[in-house]
T-cell receptor, first 111, second 113 residues
Framework: QQQVKQSPQSLIVQKGGISIINCAYE??????FPWYQQFPGKGPALLIA?????SEKKEGRFTISFNKSAKQFSLHIMDSQPGDSATYFC??????????FGQGTRLTINP | NAGVMQNPRHLVRRRGQEARLRCSPM?????VYWYRQLPEEGLKFMVY????????ESGMPKERFSAEFPKEGPSILRIQQVVRGDSAAYFC???????????FGPGTRLTVT
């Protein structure tokens, strides 16, 4: 019940395209869902986050879509750029507690 | 405003030695979390601390690992008698009291030879 499942494991998108990464969870007690971006040799950086009472949140080219009934959420990167090439992790948390991470998606944007 | 600081950034230890990893949270943050990332894997929670208290250590191996966050100074993750399987990147995150956002440091990459 503590798992967060993330797909795909790797993703290649052409420059200017839309990158979509999906996550699913089981624990309905989770109340905060962040996405992190990690470049090689660096720590994860908080990218965008959503609470389950909102179905969508947009910040610049990054959008989270949230489906509470399906217990799924996804990250959309519009107009993907080579600088977006990184590993992306979804996560879930209940309260101010431990983050439960998905397995990660290695995104490559081809120029 | 400095971010989460971790040192050392790289640490090499021989099997059987001790490893000490340090984490200074962001200014004003009183909650510290430690996570471990094995090569090509996601991050796994280890321990959650507040000043002088361990709140949740459910992710910590029962033996050889310990953590503290003293009243003064950085949080310390200590690994005694390291083994090759301890080789990983160890990340510290911090958050302010009453908030859920966690901000990560650059990590300490531990290599056990």
């Amino acid at each position: 019940q503590q798992q967060v499942k993330q797909s795909p494991q790797s993703l290649i998108v052409q420059k200017g395209g839309i990158s979509i990464i999906n996550c699913a969870y089981e624990n309905t007690a989770f109340d905060y869902f962040p996405w992190y971006q990690q470049f090689p040799g660096k720590g994860p950086a908080l990218l965008i986050a959503i609470r389950p009472d909102v179905s969508e949140k947009k910040e610049g080219r990054f959008t989270i879509s949230f489906n509470k009934s399906a217990k799924q959420f996804s990250l959309h990167i519009m107009d993907s750029q080579p600088g977006d090439s990184a590993t992306y992790f979804c996560a879930a948390v209940f309260g101010a507690q431990k983050l439960v991470f998905g397995q990660g998606t290695r995104l490559t944007i081809n120029p | 405003n400095a971010g989460v600081m971790q040192n050392p950034r790289h640490l090499v230890r021989r099997r059987g030695q001790e490893a000490r990893l340090r984490c200074s949270p962001m200014k004003g943050h009183s909650h510290v979390y430690w996570y471990r990332q094995l090569p090509e894997e996601g991050l796994k929670f280890m321990v959650y601390l507040q000043k002088e208290n361990i709140i949740d250590e459910s992710g910590m191996p029962k033996e050889r690992f310990s953590a503290e966050f003293p009243k003064e100074g950085p949080s310390i993750l200590r690994i005694q008698q390291v083994v090759r399987g301890d080789s990983a990147a160890y990340f510290c995150a911090s958050s302010p009291s009453g908030r859920v956002e966690q901000y990560f440091g650059p990590g300490t990459r531990l290599t056990v030879t």
